[in-house]
């Protein structure tokens, strides 16, 4: 009786397994430094959510700056959270990579740049900076949509 032990067939499901394995392997466990800056900036953007309290009395007043206070918390709170989780936990549920580079660097300066324009065009009343902020932070939900659709519909460890 033979004791060694199965061998995958080339291109099988067993291959595919193999690959997903050494990919988690090579990730980690621990977070990327983009991942972490999404998550501490989303604390930063929760506490600045927070002064709605003491300024209005209430988190979400029905003053000019409603807005501004709620996207502090879903642009600014909610979506960098998303951000930081998602982009570390999506590639270990699945197998495969998150695009990485300069591209989480990007995504980030655009919620930024579209969160503090949104907000600020509330306070300041300027339309403009408004809609600029409204364009920059779709265009950072746009390129982290681009980030994970590969790593939800690539195939395991992408070696299939
Ligand atoms: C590209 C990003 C986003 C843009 C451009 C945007 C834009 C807007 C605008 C223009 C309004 C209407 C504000 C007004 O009453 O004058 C609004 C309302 C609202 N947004 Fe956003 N938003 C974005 C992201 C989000 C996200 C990520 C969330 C939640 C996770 C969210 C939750 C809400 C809610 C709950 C309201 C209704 C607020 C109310 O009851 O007064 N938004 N948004």
Same mark, same amino acid.
């Given at each position: 009786?033979?004791? @060694?032990?199965?061998?995958?067939?080339?291109?099988?499901?067993?291959?595919?397994?193999?690959?997903?394995? *050494? #990919?988690? *392997?090579?990730?980690? =466990?621990?977070?990327?430094?983009?991942?972490?800056? +999404?998550?501490? *900036?989303?604390?930063?953007?929760?506490? $600045? #959510?927070?002064?709605?309290?003491?300024?209005? !009395?209430s988190l979400l007043s029905d003053? #000019?700056?409603?807005?501004?206070?709620?996207?502090? +918390?879903?642009?600014? +709170?909610?979506?960098?959270?998303?951000?930081?989780?998602?982009?570390? =936990?999506?590639?270990? +549920?699945? /197998?495969?990579?998150?695009?990485? /580079? #300069?591209?989480?660097?990007?995504?980030? !300066?655009?919620?930024?740049? /579209?969160? @503090?324009?949104? &907000?600020?065009?509330?306070?300041?009343?300027?339309?403009? $900076?408004?809609? @600029? !902020?409204?364009?920059? *932070?779709?265009?950072?939900?746009?390129?982290?949509? @681009?980030? &994970?659709?590969? &790593? $939800?519909?690539?195939?395991?460890? /992408?070696?299939?």
């Amino acid at each position: 009786m033979s004791t @060694a032990a199965p061998q995958p067939t080339a291109g099988g499901p067993a291959e595919a397994r193999l690959g997903a394995e *050494a #990919a988690m *392997a090579q990730m980690g =466990m621990t977070f990327s430094r983009d991942n972490r800056c +999404f998550i501490v *900036a989303a604390q930063v953007y929760l506490m $600045l #959510a927070g002064l709605g309290l003491p300024i209005n !009395g209430s988190l979400l007043s029905d003053s #000019a700056s409603r807005p501004a206070f709620l996207h502090l +918390f879903t642009l600014g +709170f909610l979506l960098m959270m998303i951000y930081g989780i998602g982009g570390h =936990m999506l590639p270990r +549920f699945t /197998g495969n990579p998150i695009r990485e /580079g #300069a591209w989480p660097w990007l995504q980030m !300066g655009l919620v930024h740049a /579209g969160a @503090a324009s949104f &907000v600020a065009g509330y306070f300041a009343g300027w339309h403009g $900076l408004v809609v @600029a !902020g409204a364009i920059l *932070a779709w265009l950072s939900l746009a390129m982290f949509a @681009a980030r &994970v659709w590969p &790593v $939800l519909w690539g195939s395991p460890g /992408g070696t299939r």
